[in-house]
């Protein structure tokens, strides 16, 4: 999964009634913030607190790099004064890939007094988005939703593409002529089906007529031998719905084959990260990334690079994947509402703000409009406020220009 201007250049945010967003609340009055702007200066306020949810220590793909994004945040915002003149406080949680802890990760958010969960990714949010429903908390920024009650409930507020963000590499495969296409794709229980036919829909769409070839990967695969030998048997081109440590288990048996397929991924999967040692390869020179967010080295992430560097963070991770990016813009999202506020910034205030808010960040992602469900699939993707995507190289240079192409009506099987 996944720089920023100056105060004067954070997310924009317009509320068709009120604007808000989500937040955690120290106070035990329940009041945080007074709704003024931050100014640079100390943040002496009762602080804000967040909590910020992903797998880092686990067998599977790992996110620590939400958490370096997230407390590179609280850095930055803190040195400039904070959020209304009060500290942010945000709290990383480590689910581990286990449901039991993730429930446990919100459980003790609240418990604390939490206002919302900000910028988390888990495999698991089915198990938290019940619970921070019942304390009428909002999930604000996320990535990459999964399950079904992360694309229904009234409390989340995706801020990535999914799930068009992987089915988009088909749309643009068959743009670029590829005549069989391979689908690498996470074995995900209650997912993995229903994104095929978004798959097979976006292939018809533009004039695909065959059947595409999906190829599943067990979530915790070691060995990628197989399913390799299948994608690149009779094929073209790959387009993989895998994470970046499933990207990487598989490039040295991709290099062992002789394959020369095209290859297709998600922003912060396919990248310098998951093939580095493999950049020669034909597939690889040849890739297209499909994003949710302008690459990192774009000048609207300018204060994320710079906070990044100034916090020390570890070069082993990769910053320009979905998780950091989301991380960072659901930060910046929450920091815009939360001053906009009039009055107490509570789970509710900030549940109802969201629900109207027109979130225009700044060209970090195309402007969301959180008051407007999707209505297609007999509204199975509600809260799929994005159904947009950019497309770009590896090293993040935009294909044919850059900008964002809406994939809606592809979608749903209709021609562009």
């Known amino acids: 999964m996944i720089n920023f201007r100056k105060s004067t250049q954070k997310l924009g945010v317009v509320a068709a009634v009120a604007v808000a967003a989500l937040m955690l609340s120290a106070c035990s009055s329940g009041s945080a913030a007074d709704g003024s702007a931050s100014v640079a200066g100390a ?3 009762t602080p804000i607190k967040t909590v910020t949810v992903a797998a880092a ?5 790992t996110y620590e790099n939400i958490f370096v994004a997230a407390k590179a945040y609280e850095k930055w915002i803190n040195d400039q004064g904070g959020i209304a003149g009060h500290p942010l406080e945000i709290t990383v949680c480590d689910d581990k890939g286990d449901p039991t802890l993730t429930a446990a990760c919100a459980r003790d958010a609240i418990a604390a007094g939490a206002i919302a969960d900000v910028g988390s990714f888990s495999y698991n949010a089915y198990v938290n988005v019940p619970i921070y429903s019942a304390a009428s908390m909002a999930i604000l920024g996320a990535c990459c939703n999964l399950a079904a009650a992360e694309y229904t409930s009234p409390n989340t507020f995706q801020m990535g593409n999914n799930p068009v963000l992987n089915p988009a590499g088909v749309a643009r495969a068959v743009q670029d002529g590829c005549e069989d296409i391979a689908v690498l794709e996470l074995d995900i229980p209650g997912v993995t089906d229903d994104t095929n036919i978004i798959f097979s829909n976006i292939a018809k769409a533009y004039g695909y007529e065959k059947e595409l070839k999906f190829i599943r990967v067990p979530l915790t695969a070691t060995d990628y031998s197989s ?16 994470g970046e440590n499933n990207i990487s288990g598989m490039m040295a048996p991709f290099a062992q084959s002789g394959g020369t397929q095209t290859l297709y991924g998600a922003q912060g999967n396919l990248n310098a990260v998951s093939t580095k040692g493999y950049e020669e390869l034909a597939g690889v020179k ?3 990334v499909t994003g949710a967010y302008m690459p990192l080295n774009d000048a609207v ?10 916090n020390d963070a570890p070069d082993t991770f990769d910053y320009s994947s979905l998780g950091a990016l989301s991380a960072w813009s659901g930060y910046s999202a929450f920091t815009q509402i939360a001053e906009s506020i009039t009055g107490d910034i509570t789970p509710e205030s900030f549940l109802a ?11 970090m992602t ?10 297609a699939f007999d509204g199975q993707y509600a809260r799929a406020f994005s159904r947009q995507v950019t497309y770009m190289k590896i090293d993040g240079t ?3 220009g850059g900008g964002w192409i809406d994939l809606s009506g592809p979608m749903q099987g209709l021609a562009p």
């Open 43 to 45: 943040a002496v306020g």
């Open 57 to 61: 220590d686990w067998n599977g793909p």
């Open 227 to 242: 399913v390799v030998a299948q994608a690149t048997d009779g094929t073209d081109c790959i387009s993989m719905f895998l």
């Open 286 to 288: 040849n890739s297209v």
């Open 301 to 310: 992430w300018d204060d994320f690079r710079g906070a990044l560097t100034a």
């Open 353 to 363: 703000a969201a629900s109207t808010a027109v979130v225009d960040n700044g060209g």
């Open 366 to 375: 195309p402007a969301i409009d959180f008051s407007k469900t999707w209505d």
């Open 398 to 400: 935009p294909v044919d």
